[in-house]
């Protein structure tokens, strides 16, 4: 089908998750000042196409099978919206203090993007402290302990060479970090490391891995194992309760993102869910495109075919939900982006083979954007929720846990040194504070000792209580064990509504890589046998499903045993009130998240896979690749905003959100 006015213009953009959602609010909301970029802004007549395989429950107007936010999932008691709730996709964002002195310095932390979107959008009034707990309940090896019990006379139950079993699990990250890395980096910085990042000491003859061998070209894994041996590497893959961060990925990278996942980081999320963003993103492409005039056409349960260049026009095909693999018609647009990750991609490259013909450019099909597709790795995912009515995991329970998490801690921020300056405490124990600011405590009396260590002078009872008062900052968890829920993340009663009946929710297994399979095959109970092809069954699209019966009472099993010990009883953990899973292995998806594989120049992969023409001679195609998978911030909303943030910048002229001079946006080629 042919456009039929030749003065207007369209703009499709195919998945109406975090990218594309992001992508179609900028087109509407970017500033243009470069004249030549103009006509290429969204105007009155315009058509914007937002096309997505699922049915997201955006709006009344727009309601759906499950919450919004593609990968992100926040999941209800009850799918009622005032109950409690979990998150079942991603979670939490690092914040950034954009009103801070050097907020816009190489060093300052947080996800920029994600912080000023949600600021604009006016949720940064729901926007609450997403903490981790500073000493963590461990399940290792049969055995169960606190962070802070781990010392020479009492290590962790791993032979580690050198003591390493001495010391929490996540000092194996720190030890690699250690061959090359030996200052706090800029995101800058950090981007010419992943390029040209080498081992800087001498490794010994033992080693495999010798000074001078390019970090890029070396698989995590690999040397992890060369570097920590065996109990080594066990140990921090155990510890650290992720195994995506310790497979054969990109180790320049790998050094990097690791320091995401020590105790003690700071995040946020929003309390009305973290899928509220991508509801309040569309309210705001649907009310943009109104007063401006463009035509909006959303097109939910609708997959993208095929796509190709006929004489620079860009033709696509697509096909409906219920008949995924049939072609349902072709449309032709300016410009098309596709917000998906590397398998959905992978497909419609498979569907555009079959429009190959003279004359037509099959750009996704080119031998060197196939090569760059190949440098994200999928990663999969899997993630159970609970929902109980009653916190048995808290010393309010009837049956208090022998191993209780300890969710409270404490941390000193800029207003709550404001709140005690006004209460009269003395200079000194105000400039103290001052130096603490963003260190979490794991307890009261380790924040006082390290006030009165610096100032060596005793707080008053009425000066120490207004500390801790204003201070209390209570975490989530993690819980981390090796079998196979792998994480036990607590939400509590967080619901909107506070005169409903406290539900309690947690996240009873959060996993990814080789363990999601433990789970995956207690979908069907032993009497059940398969019915749909993997290639059929999009539950992630669908929403969370219920965990079957025995899910539950393996659940529950495991569940014990991290709380009261090994060979505990299932019964000691109560049955839920309802439980829900999402396997995010399933497609269109194929994966929770991506990691950077090693051997590839990811700066360069990050410049020309968004508009993979780039990797064509003599052609130049307006098909962009947008989302976390090639990002620099992969596994993070902050990616996906971040590359469909780059290409609006460097190919259609919007001004950049934000001040990017020290924050790129992406990674550069050189």
């Not at 292995?585 to 993979?612: C, E, M, T």
């Amino acid at each position: 089908m042919a456009k039929t006015n030749s003065n207007t213009k369209t703009y499709s953009i195919f998945g109406a998750g975090a990218a594309g959602l992001y992508t179609a609010w900028r087109l509407l909301n970017g500033e243009v000042k470069n004249s030549k970029d103009k006509s290429k802004k969204l105007a009155k007549g315009d058509t914007l196409e937002l096309y997505d395989w699922g049915r997201y429950d955006f709006s009344k107007a727009h309601p759906g099978t499950r919450a919004a936010g593609a990968r992100i999932c926040t999941w209800h008691y009850k799918n009622d919206k005032t109950q409690a709730y979990l998150e079942l996709g991603g979670m939490r964002y690092s914040d950034w203090d954009m009103n801070a002195k050097d907020a816009n310095n190489g060093t300052a932390p947080g996800h920029r993007v994600v912080t000023t979107v949600i600021k604009q959008l006016g949720l940064d009034k729901y926007a609450v402290p997403f903490n981790e707990s500073t000493n963590p309940l461990y399940y290792l090896r049969s055995k169960n302990f606190f962070l802070n019990q781990i010392t020479s006379q009492t290590p962790a139950p791993y032979h580690v060479d050198h003591y390493g079993a001495d010391g929490a699990p996540d000092n194996g990250f720190s030890t690699l970090e250690k061959l090359s890395v030996t200052k706090n980096m800029t995101r800058r910085q950090w981007d010419t490391f992943y390029r040209d990042g080498v081992i800087k000491v001498n490794t010994g003859d033992g080693s495999v891995y010798q000074k001078g061998d390019k970090l890029k070209d070396i698989g995590y894994w690999n040397l992890m194992y060369d570097q920590l041996g065996s109990e080594g590497f066990n140990y921090a893959a155990d510890g650290n309760g992720y195994s995506s961060n310790v497979i054969n990925w990109n180790s320049a990278y790998a050094f990097q993102a690791n320091n995401e996942f020590t105790p003690g980081n700071q995040y946020k999320t929003i309390n009305i869910g973290y899928s509220g963003m991508f509801n309040a993103l569309f309210d705001q492409i649907v009310k943009l495109a109104k007063a401006q005039g463009v035509n909006f056409n959303y097109q939910p349960n609708t997959r993208l075919q095929s796509i190709v260049a006929k004489d620079k026009v860009i033709h696509y095909s697509y096909a409906t939900r219920e008949n995924p693999w049939k072609k349902a018609g072709t449309k032709t647009t300016d410009a098309a982006w596709l917000a998906m990750p590397r398998h959905a991609i992978e497909q419609v490259a498979q569907g555009s083979r079959f429009e190959a013909d003279v004359g037509v450019t099959d750009v996704l099909n080119h031998r060197k954007v196939q090569l760059y597709l190949e440098a994200a790795i999928m990663q999969p995912s899997y993630k159970v929720g609970m929902f109980f009515d009653a916190p048995w995991w808290t010393a309010d329970s009837q049956n208090p846990p022998i191993y209780m998490p300890q969710l409270t801690g404490y941390e000193v921020t800029q207003r709550a040194v404001v709140q005690l300056k006004a209460l009269g405490l003395s200079k000194s124990t105000l400039k103290a504070l001052s130096s603490l600011v963003g260190t979490p405590y794991a307890s009261s009396s380790d924040l006082i000792q390290a006030v009165e260590a610096i100032t060596e002078e005793r707080l008053s009872l009425k000066h120490e209580n207004a500390l801790l008062q204003v201070t209390l900052n209570n975490t989530i968890g993690p819980s981390v064990t090796d079998t196979p829920i792998r994480q036990v993340v607590y939400f509590g009663n967080n619901a909107s509504d506070a005169t409903a009946k406290p539900i309690y929710g947690l996240l009873a297994s959060y996993d990814d890589e080789a363990y999601t399979t433990f789970w995956k095959e207690m979908e069907l109970e032993p009497d059940q046998e398969q019915h749909i092809p993997t290639n059929e069954n999009v539950q992630t699209l669908q929403g969370p499903k219920k965990v079957p019966d025995r899910m539950v009472k393996m659940l529950r099993k495991q569940l014990a045993e991290i709380h009261f010990g090994p060979n505990s009883d299932y019964s000691m953990v109560p049955a839920p009130v309802e439980a829900a899973y999402m396997d995010w292995s399933l497609p269109p998806f194929n994966a929770g998240y991506h990691a950077w594989s090693s051997h590839f120049n990811i700066g360069d992969v990050q410049q020309k896979i968004r508009k993979p023409s780039q990797l064509m001679e003599k052609t130049d195609v307006n098909i962009f690749i947008v989302g976390e998978a090639y990002s620099n911030d992969q596994a993070w909303v902050e990616g996906a905003y971040c590359t469909a943030e780059s290409v609006l910048n460097d190919f259609f002229g919007v001004e950049p959100i934000i001040d990017n001079c020290e924050y790129p946006f992406i990674c550069s080629a050189k």
